[in-house]
């Protein structure tokens, strides 16, 4: 079994792993902030908001992923010249990908976690917004205290679903050249094709440990912050 | 009643979707084969003037050598598979092709897994440049420069590795986005087998853009794939390989494929004249 220790010498599989953490946790913040932000706009009171929300969702989350991906990379850099990172670096390639890769995932996510966003408010009492209005909350006032504070703790079990899928989503970042787990497996398979379906069970688990305690965490919370009424 | 009839139609229906099938079956097989058994062989499909899939048609030197030994070996049915490069080993070892002519480089790894007849054909890692571009001329002037290659494949690690350690490697999973990002300027360089270079260099699309820099810095030795053990048919393979190259139908499919690209192997290996023993 030299190849799991050629995983952490060689390779440095958890490097890998640890890229592909940093990937999941920097997308997924970015896409709550921009999926709060569409689902606020289609729940919004204001009609062109409300368009500019359903758009957004409807072609981001209608679009495959490789391609937002592929787009991130050879349209906004090779094409646009749009650079994330100092030209002049020494890591300016790797830097410049992780991060068009950061943004590609959360611009796909940002459509997953409104639309569970939006299921959350769908499960706040409309007495509750009715009851805001009444002592004279403004809109946005009536979402910040009232509403959204119940809407998250109802969405959270969607929310989990989308953080499961955007672990293993991270992996399409490979097209572009992250060096992130999936990455590696295929330079490890490139090398050892003798004991490939051992690569492969390697690269499976360090999935399966990243994603089964998310989901138990979050069905766990879901539980314990649920809206008793 | 009424529905009873329905699902006796139904089955009539499929029953007779199942004959037609059958029927078209042994249509194409007779009339593209003529005589001769079938043989599935994997290739490349996304390589120029290697294995390429063009539509219902299959371009390049790996297919042209697979077609010509398939003849030798007496089969007159081919059908063609891709096999990428991750998938070629389980493709052989299930029986799901019996050959594959896929750029596939002769190592000590992968002969753990699948028996090798050829080379066929001796490549070389080498660099694609601008055509303007004069001041990389090699592998050592790479530092401080971008590099493109494929994600998995060993060859920009290499150059990485041995000749320049301040290079920035840029990966794909496709060659072609090295090109295209090549084209605009955001890396300065491609690095992969000659043959491949030399295949997107001469595409109708890239002509004039690119120059390959012409000094190997490897030796991929492309063998054909076979099923681990399979002695026979590796003998066979040698055999039709030989008589392809003694009988300068190898040369003709090389100027076919490669020719026009200006490409230059090394003389000493191409074409080839001796072959691995079979074991």
Redesign the interface.
């Known amino acids: 079994m030299d190849v799991i220790s050629e995983f952490f010498s060689e390779y440095d599989g958890l490097q890998a792993f640890r890229t592909t953490i940093y990937l999941t946790l920097l997308s997924a913040l970015l896409a709550l902030v921009i999926g709060t932000v569409v689902a606020v706009m289609r729940v919004s009171p204001i009609r062109v908001l409300q368009l500019i929300g359903t758009a957004y969702v409807n072609i981001i989350r209608n679009t495959p992923l490789t391609l937002v991906i592929?787009f991130c990379n050879?349209g906004l850099?090779?094409?646009l010249?749009l650079a994330l990172a100092n030209k002049d670096s020494?890591?300016?390639?790797?830097d410049n990908?992780f991060r068009l890769a950061v943004l590609g995932l959360s611009v796909y996510h940002a459509s997953f976690v409104a639309e569970a966003i939006r299921s959350g408010v769908n499960t706040v009492p409309l007495g509750q917004a009715e009851a805001a209005r009444a002592i004279g909350l403004p809109f946005l006032k009536t979402l910040r205290y009232v509403v959204l504070p119940q809407a998250f703790r109802g969405a959270i079990a969607p929310l989990g679903n989308v953080l499961i899928a955007l672990t293993k989503n991270s992996t399409v970042a490979?097209?572009?050249?992250v060096?992130e787990a999936s990455?590696v497996m295929?330079?490890m398979?490139?090398?050892?094709?003798?004991v490939?379906f051992v690569v492969f069970g390697i690269f499976a688990l360090g999935f399966v440990i990243l994603t089964l305690p998310v989901g138990v965490l979050f069905t766990s919370l879901s539980k314990r912050l649920a809206v008793k009424r | 009643m009424r529905q009873r009839l329905i699902a006796a139609l139904g089955i009539v229906g499929l029953a007779a979707t199942g004959l037609t099938a059958c029927g078209d079956d042994s249509g194409s097989g007779s009339a593209s084969g003529g005589s001769g058994e079938k043989v599935t062989i994997g290739i490349k499909y996304d390589q120029p003037g290697i294995g390429l899939k063009e539509g219902a048609n299959y371009t390049g030197m790996d297919v042209d050598v697979a077609k010509y030994v398939a003849k030798e070996l007496g089969y007159g049915d081919i059908t063609f598979k891709e096999a990428p490069s991750a998938q070629r080993e389980t493709l052989l070892a299930n029986g799901q092709v019996k050959m594959i002519f896929a750029s596939y480089s002769i190592t000590d790894a992968r002969k753990e897994k699948v028996s090798f007849a050829g080379p066929y054909l001796t490549a070389g890692q080498d660099l694609l440049v601008k055509a303007d571009n004069t001041d990389i001329t090699g592998p050592d002037s790479l530092n401080g420069k971008k590099l493109c290659s494929v994600t998995g494949s060993t060859s920009a690690q290499k150059v990485k590795d041995k000749f320049a350690d301040t290079v920035q490697l840029q990966n794909y999973d496709t060659y072609s986005k090295c090109v295209e990002a090549l084209g605009t300027g955001s890396i300065d360089a491609l690095t992969t087998d000659n043959t491949i270079l030399a295949g997107y260099a001469s595409q109708e699309a890239n002509k004039g853009k690119f120059k390959v820099v012409g000094k190997t810095f490897s030796t991929e030795r492309y063998g054909v794939g076979l099923k681990k053990g399979d002695t026979e048919t590796c003998t066979k393979v040698n055999d039709a390989l030989k008589k392809m190259v003694d009988s300068g139908e190898w040369q003709k499919a090389f100027d076919k494929n490669l020719g026009a690209s200006g490409l230059k192997l090394d003389p000493a290996t191409n074409p080839p004249k001796t072959f691995d023993a079979c074991a």
């Open positions: 592929v050879l850099f090779v094409q010249g020494h890591t300016f390639i790797n990908n490979s097209v572009i050249g060096t990455a295929k330079v398979m490139e090398n050892r094709p003798d490939i």
